[in-house]
């Protein structure tokens, strides 16, 4: 009995030793220049070490996901991270041309303070001086709660009809603004370590008919395909340095758009994107071997 409870203590501890949080951010970087830009931040902590990524220009033509390291002193209230390594982005710019976020906050507690700022340095992949500025973020739960507040403001006053309340969502709004939309005549491009990549397309909503074509570097691998609640996979085999994937919209279903759902496995990152297309219309991503 003794042997057993001591494995449970050890177990127990364990878990508590090894536990890993996650935190997320959203706002918005202040450049120099007195321009913002939207960010958001996601932060995985174990034993005070940081890893995760951030998403900039989050719906714009820039938008970009990078990979981002660093760590959490709890008793100096520390807290350090940088961004190492561009997973996407829709920016025409090369990734040696992509500023780098590097933050340090020197009275922070991680978990219990709801907002983040600060002053940045930004850095070239080589380490020379790019356009520095601040962060101005709060955690997401914060956002929620401000969302959740608004939406009872709404449902009580008087000022908006009872047909207009039932088209207000906040919360589905912001969900909406930090989906990663794929449009027409826009380039994604996608960096990987790895030859093998995978890639997941499905009808995330309602079924509504929507087919698409897809090609891979000038080879078509589907053909008017219809997307249903099943994931179709597909692996690419990376070739060339560059290597070209197109979505074309064959059709619009019965609803809105041609929207499907892409997710792209690369390396230990996972991309998930919707198409926005009308019929004929395509979108494009660009994978990278590095």
Do not use: W
Not at 182 to 209: A, C, H, W, Y
Not at 261 to 271: L, P
Request: charged share 30%; proline share 1%.
């Amino acid at each position: 009995m003794k042997s057993i409870t001591l494995f449970l203590l050890i177990s127990f501890c364990s878990i508590l030793c090894f536990a890993q949080q996650e935190y997320e951010y959203v706002g918005f970087i202040k450049l120099n220049d007195s321009s913002l830009i939207s960010l958001t931040l996601k932060l995985e902590e174990t034993n005070g070490k940081l890893k995760g990524f951030t998403v900039t220009d989050i719906g714009g033509e820039h938008e970009t996901k990078t990979s981002v390291v660093g760590d959490y002193n709890e008793e100096d209230k520390i807290l350090r991270f940088r961004e190492v390594e561009t997973i996407y982005t829709k920016s025409y710019f090369a990734e040696d041309d992509l500023c780098y976020i590097n933050f340090t906050s020197s009275a922070y507690r991680l978990g219990k303070s709801s907002k983040l700022k600060g002053d940045f340095k930004g850095l070239f992949p080589d380490n020379t001086e790019c356009i520095n500025g601040k962060i101005l973020l709060s955690t997401k739960e914060r956002q929620l709660k401000r969302i959740e507040k608004a939406n009872k403001f709404i449902k009580k006053t008087k000022r908006i009809t009872e047909e207009q309340k039932k088209n207000i969502n906040l919360a589905k709004t912001m969900d909406s603004i930090q989906m990663n939309i794929l449009r027409s005549k826009q380039t994604m491009s996608v960096f990987s370590k790895s030859k093998n990549i995978r890639i997941e397309i499905f009808d995330g909503g309602q079924l509504d008919g929507d087919k698409v074509t897809l090609q891979y570097n000038g080879n078509t691998i589907l053909r008017n395909f219809e997307t249903k609640r099943e994931r179709k996979s597909i692996p690419l085999t990376l070739v060339n340095k560059k290597n070209t994937f197109i979505l074309t919209a064959d059709n619009v279903g019965s609803m809105s758009t041609n929207t499907a759902v892409i997710e792209i496995f690369v390396d230990d990152s996972k991309i998930k994107a919707l198409t926005n297309l009308n019929a004929g219309e395509q979108t494009q991503i660009d994978f990278y071997l590095k």
